[in-house]
Protein backbone atom coordinates (compact mmCIF):
# COMPACT_ATOMS: atom_id res chain seq x y z
CA UNK A 1 0.00 0.00 0.00
CA UNK A 2 1.01 3.08 -1.20
CA UNK A 3 1.85 6.42 1.39
CA UNK A 4 -0.91 8.04 -0.72
CA UNK A 5 -3.40 5.40 -1.21
CA UNK A 6 -2.78 5.77 -4.97
CA UNK A 7 -4.47 2.85 -7.21
CA UNK A 8 -2.55 0.08 -8.16
CA UNK A 9 -1.40 1.34 -11.22
CA UNK A 10 0.71 3.67 -9.64
CA UNK A 11 3.60 1.95 -8.25
CA UNK A 12 6.23 4.91 -6.72
CA UNK A 13 4.02 5.87 -4.08
CA UNK A 14 4.15 9.24 -5.15
CA UNK A 15 2.05 11.60 -6.65
CA UNK A 16 4.00 11.51 -10.00
CA UNK A 17 3.29 14.45 -12.28
CA UNK A 18 6.76 14.07 -14.19
CA UNK A 19 4.90 12.64 -17.08
CA UNK A 20 2.03 10.77 -18.83
CA UNK A 21 4.66 7.93 -19.65
CA UNK A 22 4.58 7.01 -16.29
CA UNK A 23 0.90 5.56 -16.18
CA UNK A 24 0.96 1.75 -15.81
CA UNK A 25 -0.86 -0.83 -17.78
CA UNK A 26 -4.73 -1.61 -16.79
CA UNK A 27 -5.73 -4.94 -16.09
CA UNK A 28 -7.44 -5.71 -19.16
CA UNK A 29 -4.47 -4.82 -20.86
CA UNK A 30 -2.47 -7.15 -18.71
CA UNK A 31 -5.27 -9.91 -19.31
CA UNK A 32 -5.10 -9.39 -22.70
CA UNK A 33 -1.06 -9.52 -22.87
CA UNK A 34 -1.54 -12.57 -21.61
CA UNK A 35 -3.79 -14.47 -23.85
CA UNK A 36 -2.57 -12.36 -26.95
CA UNK A 37 -2.10 -14.58 -30.32
CA UNK A 38 1.60 -13.68 -31.37
CA UNK A 39 3.75 -14.59 -34.51
CA UNK A 40 6.65 -13.12 -36.39
CA UNK A 41 5.76 -9.56 -37.44
CA UNK A 42 9.06 -9.18 -39.17
CA UNK A 43 7.58 -11.82 -41.59
CA UNK A 44 4.12 -10.00 -40.81
CA UNK A 45 2.54 -12.67 -39.32
CA UNK A 46 1.59 -11.15 -35.77
CA UNK A 47 -1.89 -11.42 -35.61
CA UNK A 48 -2.42 -9.02 -33.08
CA UNK A 49 -0.06 -6.47 -34.29
CA UNK A 50 -1.62 -6.53 -37.47
CA UNK A 51 -5.05 -6.12 -35.73
CA UNK A 52 -3.57 -3.14 -33.65
CA UNK A 53 -2.04 -1.75 -36.53
CA UNK A 54 -5.59 -1.76 -38.59
CA UNK A 55 -7.29 -0.56 -35.76
CA UNK A 56 -4.78 2.92 -35.46
CA UNK A 57 -5.14 3.28 -39.59
CA UNK A 58 -8.96 2.79 -39.06
CA UNK A 59 -9.20 5.23 -35.86
CA UNK A 60 -7.03 7.91 -37.85
CA UNK A 61 -8.81 7.71 -41.12
CA UNK A 62 -6.10 6.28 -43.10
CA UNK A 63 -5.37 3.26 -45.33
CA UNK A 64 -2.13 1.46 -42.76
CA UNK A 65 -0.49 1.21 -39.73
CA UNK A 66 2.83 0.37 -38.21
CA UNK A 67 3.93 -0.43 -34.74
CA UNK A 68 6.99 1.38 -33.57
CA UNK A 69 8.92 1.08 -30.45
CA UNK A 70 8.33 5.09 -29.47
CA UNK A 71 7.04 8.13 -30.51
CA UNK A 72 10.89 8.87 -31.16
CA UNK A 73 11.42 6.06 -33.52
CA UNK A 74 8.17 6.59 -35.07
CA UNK A 75 8.87 10.07 -36.08
CA UNK A 76 12.18 9.53 -37.16
CA UNK A 77 10.70 6.80 -39.07
CA UNK A 78 8.53 9.51 -41.13
CA UNK A 79 11.26 11.71 -41.43
CA UNK A 80 13.57 9.28 -43.06
CA UNK A 81 10.42 7.86 -45.07
CA UNK A 82 9.60 11.88 -46.31
CA UNK A 83 12.97 12.88 -46.83
CA UNK A 84 16.62 12.12 -48.56
CA UNK A 85 19.70 13.62 -46.91
CA UNK A 86 20.36 17.28 -47.70
CA UNK A 87 16.42 17.17 -47.72
CA UNK A 88 14.98 20.48 -45.33
CA UNK A 89 12.03 19.32 -42.82
CA UNK A 90 10.47 22.34 -41.48
CA UNK A 91 9.46 22.28 -37.68
CA UNK A 92 9.01 24.09 -34.78
CA UNK A 93 11.86 25.67 -32.48
CA UNK A 94 9.69 23.89 -29.74
CA UNK A 95 8.84 20.51 -31.29
CA UNK A 96 10.25 17.98 -29.92
CA UNK A 97 11.33 16.46 -33.04
CA UNK A 98 13.67 19.09 -32.84
CA UNK A 99 14.53 19.46 -29.19
CA UNK A 100 14.43 16.47 -27.74
CA UNK A 101 14.99 13.59 -30.04
CA UNK A 102 18.96 14.27 -30.09
CA UNK A 103 18.86 15.88 -33.87
CA UNK A 104 17.88 12.38 -34.95
CA UNK A 105 16.95 13.41 -38.10
CA UNK A 106 19.92 15.30 -39.12
CA UNK A 107 22.21 12.63 -37.41
CA UNK A 108 21.18 9.92 -38.54
CA UNK A 109 19.18 10.84 -41.53
CA UNK A 110 21.18 14.08 -42.26
CA UNK A 111 17.22 15.85 -42.47
CA UNK A 112 18.16 19.54 -42.26
CA UNK A 113 15.75 21.36 -39.80
CA UNK A 114 14.51 24.80 -40.59
CA UNK A 115 12.86 25.95 -37.56
CA UNK A 116 10.24 27.93 -37.30
CA UNK A 117 9.42 29.67 -34.06
CA UNK A 118 6.31 27.91 -32.06
CA UNK A 119 3.54 30.67 -31.49
CA UNK A 120 2.28 30.31 -27.36
CA UNK A 121 -0.97 28.67 -28.96
CA UNK A 122 1.38 26.36 -30.18
CA UNK A 123 1.29 26.32 -34.25
CA UNK A 124 3.50 27.62 -35.82
CA UNK A 125 2.60 31.56 -38.19
CA UNK A 126 0.85 29.80 -41.47
CA UNK A 127 2.98 32.80 -43.44
CA UNK A 128 6.23 31.51 -42.27
CA UNK A 129 5.57 27.96 -42.95
CA UNK A 130 4.61 29.62 -46.56
CA UNK A 131 7.71 31.55 -46.96
CA UNK A 132 9.87 28.70 -45.19
CA UNK A 133 9.36 26.84 -48.45
CA UNK A 134 12.50 26.78 -51.18
CA UNK A 135 12.27 27.57 -54.63
CA UNK A 136 13.92 25.90 -56.84
CA UNK A 137 17.37 27.10 -56.87
CA UNK A 138 21.15 24.61 -56.84
CA UNK A 139 22.32 26.50 -52.96
CA UNK A 140 19.00 25.56 -51.82
CA UNK A 141 18.57 22.61 -49.72
CA UNK A 142 14.85 20.86 -51.18
CA UNK A 143 11.79 21.55 -48.57
CA UNK A 144 9.96 17.92 -48.68
CA UNK A 145 8.17 18.67 -45.36
CA UNK A 146 6.18 20.11 -42.58
CA UNK A 147 5.92 18.89 -39.12
CA UNK A 148 3.29 19.76 -36.84
CA UNK A 149 3.40 18.82 -33.18
CA UNK A 150 -0.55 18.28 -31.95
CA UNK A 151 -1.00 18.84 -28.42
CA UNK A 152 2.01 20.84 -28.70
CA UNK A 153 3.63 19.42 -25.45
CA UNK A 154 6.07 22.22 -24.21
CA UNK A 155 4.00 25.62 -25.05
CA UNK A 156 1.42 23.95 -22.84
CA UNK A 157 -0.03 20.89 -24.14
CA UNK A 158 -1.78 23.25 -26.71
CA UNK A 159 -4.73 21.69 -28.92
CA UNK A 160 -3.91 22.78 -32.96
CA UNK A 161 -7.23 23.15 -34.45
CA UNK A 162 -8.69 20.92 -37.46
CA UNK A 163 -9.01 24.16 -39.28
CA UNK A 164 -5.32 25.25 -38.93
CA UNK A 165 -4.35 21.50 -39.44
CA UNK A 166 -6.29 21.66 -42.75
CA UNK A 167 -4.69 24.85 -43.50
CA UNK A 168 -1.41 23.12 -43.32
CA UNK A 169 -1.95 20.59 -45.71
CA UNK A 170 -3.22 23.17 -48.03
CA UNK A 171 0.22 24.79 -48.25
CA UNK A 172 1.78 21.70 -48.55
CA UNK A 173 -0.49 20.44 -51.17
CA UNK A 174 0.47 23.89 -53.21
CA UNK A 175 3.70 23.32 -53.01
CA UNK A 176 3.71 19.25 -53.46
CA UNK A 177 5.56 19.02 -50.27
CA UNK A 178 4.33 16.58 -47.46
CA UNK A 179 2.99 16.67 -43.75
CA UNK A 180 4.17 15.19 -40.58
CA UNK A 181 1.89 14.97 -37.59
CA UNK A 182 3.34 14.33 -34.14
CA UNK A 183 0.48 13.47 -32.61
CA UNK A 184 2.10 12.02 -29.73
CA UNK A 185 -1.06 12.85 -27.73
CA UNK A 186 -3.16 13.24 -30.52
CA UNK A 187 -6.06 12.25 -28.93
CA UNK A 188 -6.17 14.52 -26.07
CA UNK A 189 -6.38 16.95 -28.78
CA UNK A 190 -9.24 14.94 -30.28
CA UNK A 191 -10.71 14.67 -27.02
CA UNK A 192 -10.47 18.09 -26.11
CA UNK A 193 -12.20 19.30 -29.17
CA UNK A 194 -14.85 16.76 -28.58
CA UNK A 195 -14.15 14.85 -32.16
CA UNK A 196 -12.69 11.72 -33.85
CA UNK A 197 -9.00 11.92 -34.05
CA UNK A 198 -9.17 11.43 -37.81
CA UNK A 199 -10.36 14.74 -38.23
CA UNK A 200 -7.24 16.01 -37.01
CA UNK A 201 -5.17 13.57 -38.96
CA UNK A 202 -7.18 14.21 -42.49
CA UNK A 203 -4.76 16.46 -44.18
CA UNK A 204 -1.19 14.68 -42.84
CA UNK A 205 0.27 12.39 -44.79
CA UNK A 206 1.87 10.57 -41.89
CA UNK A 207 1.04 10.62 -37.80
CA UNK A 208 2.86 9.18 -35.48
CA UNK A 209 0.64 8.70 -32.34
CA UNK A 210 1.87 7.15 -28.87
CA UNK A 211 0.18 4.24 -26.63
CA UNK A 212 2.36 4.57 -24.03
CA UNK A 213 1.64 7.78 -22.71
CA UNK A 214 -1.67 8.68 -21.61
CA UNK A 215 -2.93 6.03 -23.43
CA UNK A 216 -1.16 3.89 -20.49
CA UNK A 217 0.38 1.24 -22.26
CA UNK A 218 4.11 0.02 -21.64
CA UNK A 219 5.90 0.92 -24.21
CA UNK A 220 4.50 1.76 -28.04
CA UNK A 221 3.64 4.28 -30.73
CA UNK A 222 2.54 3.61 -33.74
CA UNK A 223 3.10 5.14 -37.66
CA UNK A 224 -0.03 6.10 -40.10
CA UNK A 225 -0.37 6.98 -43.70
CA UNK A 226 -1.33 5.39 -47.26
CA UNK A 227 -0.06 2.01 -48.02
CA UNK A 228 2.89 3.14 -50.26
CA UNK A 229 3.87 5.09 -47.47
CA UNK A 230 3.53 2.17 -44.54
CA UNK A 231 5.48 -0.11 -46.90
CA UNK A 232 8.56 2.35 -47.31
CA UNK A 233 8.41 3.40 -43.54
CA UNK A 234 8.29 -0.67 -42.61
CA UNK A 235 12.04 -0.51 -44.23
CA UNK A 236 13.20 2.19 -42.12
CA UNK A 237 11.80 1.00 -38.85
CA UNK A 238 14.00 -2.13 -40.24
CA UNK A 239 17.47 -0.28 -40.56
CA UNK A 240 16.98 1.35 -37.30
CA UNK A 241 16.49 -2.11 -35.66
CA UNK A 242 12.76 -1.66 -34.93
CA UNK A 243 11.97 -5.20 -36.91
CA UNK A 244 10.26 -7.24 -34.13
CA UNK A 245 8.88 -10.26 -33.67
CA UNK A 246 6.00 -11.30 -31.17
CA UNK A 247 5.38 -8.09 -30.49
CA UNK A 248 1.68 -9.04 -30.14
CA UNK A 249 2.57 -9.11 -26.39
CA UNK A 250 2.74 -5.68 -26.19
CA UNK A 251 0.55 -4.56 -29.24
CA UNK A 252 -2.34 -6.50 -27.11
CA UNK A 253 -2.64 -3.49 -24.39
CA UNK A 254 -2.77 -1.39 -27.65
CA UNK A 255 -5.89 -2.35 -28.57
CA UNK A 256 -7.45 -2.19 -25.37
CA UNK A 257 -5.99 1.09 -25.36
CA UNK A 258 -7.73 2.07 -28.60
CA UNK A 259 -10.79 0.56 -27.32
CA UNK A 260 -11.25 1.82 -23.83
CA UNK A 261 -8.61 4.25 -22.74
CA UNK A 262 -9.55 7.24 -25.12
CA UNK A 263 -12.38 8.57 -23.35
CA UNK A 264 -11.37 8.91 -20.25
CA UNK A 265 -8.47 11.23 -21.12
CA UNK A 266 -11.02 13.75 -20.34
CA UNK A 267 -10.35 13.19 -16.86
CA UNK A 268 -6.85 13.93 -17.05
CA UNK A 269 -7.96 17.38 -18.66
CA UNK A 270 -10.44 18.16 -15.93
CA UNK A 271 -7.74 17.22 -13.44
CA UNK A 272 -5.35 19.57 -15.10
CA UNK A 273 -7.87 22.24 -14.99
CA UNK A 274 -8.24 22.02 -11.34
CA UNK A 275 -4.66 21.73 -10.98
CA UNK A 276 -4.04 25.03 -12.58
CA UNK A 277 -7.07 26.50 -11.60
CA UNK A 278 -5.41 26.19 -7.96
CA UNK A 279 -2.47 27.16 -8.60
CA UNK A 280 -3.02 30.34 -9.62
CA UNK A 281 -4.27 31.22 -6.55
CA UNK A 282 -1.24 30.97 -4.34
CA UNK A 283 1.69 33.09 -4.44
CA UNK A 284 4.84 32.40 -5.16
CA UNK A 285 4.29 30.74 -8.55
CA UNK A 286 2.30 32.39 -11.85
CA UNK A 287 0.02 30.18 -14.07
CA UNK A 288 -2.67 31.52 -16.53
CA UNK A 289 -5.06 28.42 -16.33
CA UNK A 290 -7.02 29.64 -19.52
CA UNK A 291 -4.42 28.15 -21.74
CA UNK A 292 -4.75 24.38 -20.52
CA UNK A 293 -6.70 22.60 -22.61
CA UNK A 294 -5.75 19.46 -22.47
CA UNK A 295 -3.38 17.42 -19.40
CA UNK A 296 -0.05 19.62 -19.33
CA UNK A 297 0.07 22.17 -16.82
CA UNK A 298 3.74 24.92 -16.78
CA UNK A 299 3.77 26.91 -14.28
CA UNK A 300 6.41 29.54 -13.02
CA UNK A 301 8.35 29.75 -9.99
CA UNK A 302 8.94 33.03 -8.69
CA UNK A 303 9.24 32.28 -4.99
CA UNK A 304 12.76 33.95 -4.68
CA UNK A 305 13.92 31.21 -1.87
CA UNK A 306 14.11 28.45 -4.10
CA UNK A 307 15.88 27.06 -6.97
CA UNK A 308 13.43 24.38 -8.78
CA UNK A 309 15.81 21.53 -7.37
CA UNK A 310 15.36 23.13 -3.97
CA UNK A 311 11.63 23.06 -4.74
CA UNK A 312 11.46 19.84 -5.98
CA UNK A 313 12.97 17.79 -3.22
CA UNK A 314 10.38 20.04 -0.75
CA UNK A 315 7.30 19.06 -2.86
CA UNK A 316 8.85 15.69 -2.91
CA UNK A 317 9.12 15.48 0.85
CA UNK A 318 5.21 15.67 0.52
CA UNK A 319 4.36 13.11 -1.67
CA UNK A 320 4.62 14.55 -5.00
CA UNK A 321 7.27 14.65 -8.00
CA UNK A 322 7.84 16.78 -10.91
CA UNK A 323 10.53 17.22 -12.75
CA UNK A 324 13.01 20.53 -12.43
CA UNK A 325 16.36 21.66 -13.97
CA UNK A 326 17.51 24.90 -13.86
CA UNK A 327 14.50 26.63 -15.60
CA UNK A 328 12.01 27.92 -13.46
CA UNK A 329 9.11 27.29 -16.17
CA UNK A 330 8.07 23.62 -14.16
CA UNK A 331 5.80 21.14 -15.82
CA UNK A 332 3.20 19.10 -14.22
CA UNK A 333 1.60 16.26 -16.33
CA UNK A 334 -2.25 14.64 -15.20
CA UNK A 335 -3.00 10.79 -16.40
CA UNK A 336 -4.21 7.85 -15.69
CA UNK A 337 -3.89 7.14 -12.07
CA UNK A 338 -4.07 10.72 -11.05
CA UNK A 339 -7.44 11.04 -9.18
CA UNK A 340 -9.09 14.41 -7.71
CA UNK A 341 -7.91 13.49 -4.24
CA UNK A 342 -4.40 13.71 -5.44
CA UNK A 343 -4.62 17.05 -7.18
CA UNK A 344 -6.20 18.07 -4.17
CA UNK A 345 -3.27 16.80 -2.37
CA UNK A 346 -0.80 17.85 -4.70
CA UNK A 347 -2.29 21.64 -3.96
CA UNK A 348 -2.14 22.05 -0.31
CA UNK A 349 1.21 20.94 -0.52
CA UNK A 350 2.37 23.30 -2.86
CA UNK A 351 0.06 25.66 -0.48
CA UNK A 352 2.41 24.60 2.41
CA UNK A 353 6.06 24.83 0.72
CA UNK A 354 5.45 28.20 -0.88
CA UNK A 355 4.18 29.47 2.36
CA UNK A 356 6.85 28.60 4.26
CA UNK A 357 8.62 30.98 1.51
CA UNK A 358 6.44 33.76 2.02
C1 LIG B 1 5.30 15.54 -28.40
C2 LIG B 1 6.16 14.32 -28.22
N1 LIG B 1 6.60 13.68 -29.30
C3 LIG B 1 7.36 12.58 -29.21
C4 LIG B 1 7.71 12.07 -27.99
C5 LIG B 1 8.63 10.88 -27.94
O1 LIG B 1 8.04 9.75 -27.39
P1 LIG B 1 8.94 8.58 -26.78
O2 LIG B 1 9.32 9.04 -25.40
O3 LIG B 1 8.01 7.41 -26.79
O4 LIG B 1 10.12 8.39 -27.64
C6 LIG B 1 7.28 12.72 -26.83
C7 LIG B 1 7.67 12.18 -25.51
O5 LIG B 1 7.39 12.72 -24.47
C8 LIG B 1 6.49 13.87 -26.94
O6 LIG B 1 6.06 14.55 -25.87
Known amino acids: MSMYDLTTHQTNGYIDLRSDTVTQPTESMRKAMYEAELGDDVYGEDPTVNRLQELSAQKLGKEAGLLVLSGTMGNLVCLLTHCGRGDEAIMGNRAHTFSSEQGAASGLGGIHPHTLPNQPDGTLDLRQIEAAIRGDNEHYPRTKLICIENTQNSTGGRVLSPAYMSAVGQIAKQHQISVHVDGARIFNAAVALGMDASALAADADSLTFCLSKGLACPLGSVVVGDEDFVHEARRNRKILGGGMRQA???????????????????????????????????????????????????????????????FAA???????????????????????????????????????VLGEAA
Open 314 to 352: RMKERGVLFSAGAARRIRLVTHYGIELHHITHTLRAFSQ
Open 248 to 310: GIFAAAGIVALNEMVERLDDDHRNAKTLAEGLSVIPGMTIDPSIVETNIVYFELTAPKFTPGA
